[in-house]
């Protein structure tokens, strides 16, 4: 039976380390123009140093149904309160005009002036929010013009895969520590009720240089099933090893009916039965990472007898993740990969289909016993304020503690749904979108800060439930990364790059075009294009971290 390994304990407390580095945000987009200080502090790997988290203070005048818990596992509201509390007595603005900028994955919306909710959200701000909307696949393009024209606005979005993040922020973002390190972050109570493992991100150093928008466990990746149609056939139990999971996907999988038991070979769960580690394995501060692992290469060769025997889609290499979640939906696929906040949408876009029903599949062990669920970065962005904000810093802060106003508050449910009557009706004590209003709701102001996620789908308690439960029994054994909140310059300017190797050759060795020996040359390939520089950066920012 394949051990667990030592890294997957997971709770608050495991990302303390991290609090003394930045994230090493992925590399999605064009390099950040230099236009930073030669003299800014930080190396390739980042200058680690000791500091203070903010202190986490959980806001407690909303009483959610279910508690989430220190492993991450959010709130479950049944539904949103009867009577939205009013958290905050004053607008946070100052009367006078505050800049943004924020990506979005939404069209975008009405301009202010054409435009009801963004109105209301002025009004009820006391300033005039404006905010630079720029798609999400342009924005890191965007984002580095912004900087290298040194006319970054008030409060801006970091770009993830921006370069050199750490000069960055100390050569252009204001310095938040003493507003935010410790119980100083109280005046802020609603930025003090984001958890302490998303602040990791946001610190370079020691010091506080942005705001993180947090994400929980959500973004953690997992094996759904069409509950539906498996009950249909009998099938409720859990596999209990990959053998089992094979099994059942060739029972299941009917070429001649366009019905395959997987949406893609799911290389990634199956290295988690195997206890591939998350990224890294770290032991007595060395770095192994997880392509050089003997169980990667168990995992690659079992992805390819999968394969191999048809339970996957044949097209599922040349599709997107988007026809994954079609196929999934249309079912004519029993299993798909996806991140935990697709579990509600996917039943929000199954809408009309009776009887609708999907969980997810527990980590069991290869050969038995349990496997270890990858843990996502609790982070999705950071967001900073320009460092010229002088005495509008707090003005900015405070405005940002509004906009992070958590579930159950009054200012969430205008945030979010707008006005009643305009953007959104009542069933029962739920908002309900207008189609005429939701064009005008989607200013990308969850990227200038938000509230933790919780669990909330109205009217459908027992799905909410299910993804707690699922959560309760998977994230006890989960792993984090042991990197988390650290920095490598040469992971942002070419880990991209290297993945894009080493996912052509994986997938080519899981399609049986080369074999699983392969993998040896594409991991030395890796090592000496810059996968050996990642690490060493990451061990320097490890061990600075530690000292």
Not at 62 to 79: A, E
Not at 122 to 135: E, H, K
Not at 411 to 432: A, C, M, N
Request: hydrophobic residues 40%; charged residues 20%; aromatic residues 10%.
């Amino acid at each position: 039976m394949h051990e667990a390994v030592s890294q997957k304990q997971f709770s608050r407390r495991s990302f303390a380390r991290g609090s003394l580095g930045i994230l090493a945000l992925a590399a999605l987009g064009s390099p950040l123009l230099a236009a930073c200080s030669p003299g800014a502090q930080g190396g390739a790997a980042g200058a680690q140093g000791k500091g203070a988290l903010p202190d986490f203070i959980r806001y407690e005048g909303v009483t959610p149904d279910l508690k989430g818990t220190d492993l991450g596992i959010p709130d479950v509201f049944y539904r949103y309160p009867a009577q939205p509390v009013k958290a905050l007595a004053q607008a946070p603005g100052d009367g006078k005009a505050i800049t943004s900028m924020v990506q979005t994955s939404s069209p975008i919306p009405p301009g202010v002036d054409k435009n009801a909710y963004w109105q209301e959200l002025n009004r009820r701000l006391g300033s005039d929010l404006q905010i630079s909307m720029t798609p999400a696949t342009d924005y890191p393009s965007k984002f580095a013009t912004v900087v290298a024209g040194d006319t970054l606005p008030d409060i801006f979005q970091v770009a993830r895969g921006a370069n050199s993040v750490p000069q960055l922020l100390r050569a252009k973002a204001a310095n938040l520590t003493e507003h935010l390190s410790g119980n100083a972050i109280k005046d802020y109570p609603f930025l003090a009720n984001i958890p302490s493992e998303s602040w990791s991100a946001a610190m370079f150093g020691g010091e506080i240089f942005a705001i993180p928008i947090p994400r929980g466990v959500l973004q953690s990746t997992i094996q759904y099933r069409r509950e539906d149609l498996l009950a249909a056939k009998g099938i409720t139990a859990q596999p209990a090893s990959f053998q089992d999971y094979l099994s059942l996907c060739k029972e299941l999988s009917d070429p001649k009916a366009n019905t395959w038991a997987l949406t893609q070979v799911p290389i990634n769960f199956i290295a988690q039965t195997l206890n591939v580690p998350n990224g890294w394995r770290e032991e007595n501060g060395q770095l192994t990472n997880k392509d050089e692992t003997p169980e990667m290469k168990e995992a690659l060769e079992a992805g390819r007898r999968m394969f191999a025997e048809g339970v996957v889609n044949p097209d599922a290499f040349a599709a997107n993740a988007g026809q994954y979640k079609q196929w999934f939906l249309a079912g004519t696929a029993y299993f798909t990969g996806d991140s935990y906040s697709a579990w509600p949408a996917y039943y929000q876009q199954a809408a009309g289909q009776e009887g609708f029903k999907i969980s997810a599949l527990d980590v069991p062990g290869f050969d038995g016993g349990k496997g270890s669920l990858w843990i996502g970065s609790p982070t999705h962005s950071v967001v900073a304020f320009n460092k010229n904000a002088g005495d509008r810093l707090e003005t900015f802060l405070q405005v940002a503690n509004w906009l992070a106003a958590p579930f159950g508050t009054e200012e969430y449910l205008f945030r979010k749904y707008g006005v009643k009557g305009v953007h959104y009706q009542l069933s029962g004590t739920d908002p309900v979108p207008l189609d005429s209003g939701v064009g005008q709701t989607q200013l990308g102001q969850q990227y200038l800060a938000d509230a933790p996620t919780v669990l909330y789908l109205p009217g459908e308690e027992d799905v909410v439930k299910a993804q707690y439960e699922q959560m309760n029994r998977v994230l006890p054994d989960g792993s984090a990364s042991p990197v988390e909140g650290l920095y490598s310059e040469t992971e942002v300017r070419k880990g991209s790059q290297l993945e894009k190797k080493l996912r052509s050759v994986r997938d080519d060795i899981l399609q049986d075009r080369q074999p699983v020996a392969a993998w040896d040359d594409a991991v030395k390939e890796w090592r000496s294009g810059g996968g050996d520089k990642i690490r060493s950066e990451l061990e320097e920012a490890l061990a600075a971290s530690k000292a």
